[in-house]
């Protein structure tokens, strides 16, 4: 059964903190993985990753993919009370007509001045 | 102006009752999906459409239809409303050049079944 497994599911930290947030994922014919920031409205897209070892960075965000050990990490540098959101993750399982697309449960994040 | 729109945004309705999330996008897509969020459980598909004569069940479709009137436009029904589908019901779309892993979601329609 394809799963995504996220960590950890809530974290508080204050201003100014570094974190990582990871990923794992157990997909048949990997394609893809993404990255969503869900405030109280839907979610929005961040990254797409589909190659290993290569860095995308967007500001302070920044995410990387391991396809050979199956997990992503999202990072957040100097995070900021505007981060305090959902991060999905989310791996899209096969290049063919069924283009489903499997969301882990999200990580709730807490930024505290 | 929104490319993904909803309505209504937030629903009570009692059970038994029949109820229908519309869902239109201005983004000349051809898939649309609808998907409910309950805490823990993240993101579960109900229901996707390929284009307006294709439409798949997802990983949770029971007690779910839908309808694909235009290639913009997918509405999700609840015949008979239960408490359990309380929920956040998010409809998407996504292209099927290049990226069709980026999904584009609308702001959500907040359901309550009494």
């Known amino acids: 059964e394809d799963k995504v497994v996220q960590s950890p599911l809530s974290l508080v930290v204050h201003e100014g903190d570094t974190v990582t947030l990871n990923c794992s994922y157990e997909v048949t014919n990997f394609r893809s993985l993404l990255w969503y920031k869900q405030e109280k409205k839907a979610p929005t897209f961040l990254f797409m990753l589909t190659s290993s070892g290569i860095e995308k960075k967007s500001g302070r965000l920044s995410s990387i993919l391991d396809k050979k050990e199956l997990f992503s990490i999202l990072n957040i540098t100097a995070t900021q009370t505007g981060d305090s959101a959902v991060y999905l993750c989310a791996v899209g399982p096969m290049k063919t007509s069924y283009d489903k697309v499997i969301f882990g449960p999200g990580t709730s994040l807490s930024v505290i001045p | 102006d929104a490319d993904v729109t909803q309505t209504p945004r937030n629903r009570i309705t009692k059970t038994g009752k029949r109820i229908m999330l519309e869902c239109s996008q201005t983004?000349?897509?051809?898939?649309m999906y609808w998907y409910r969020q309950d805490p823990g459980l993240g993101l579960r598909l109900i229901y996707y459409?390929?284009?307006?004569?294709?439409?798949n069940k997802g990983e949770i479709s029971d007690g779910y239809s839908v309808s694909r009137q235009a290639q913009a436009k997918f509405s999700l029904s609840l015949e008979s409303a239960i408490p359990n589908q309380t929920a956040l019901y998010f409809c998407a779309t996504s292209d099927t050049s290049g990226s069709r892993e980026t999904q584009y979601f609308g702001p959500g329609t907040r359901l309550l079944v009494l």
């Open positions: 983004k000349g897509h051809d898939r």
């Open positions: 459409s390929f284009d307006v004569k294709d439409i």
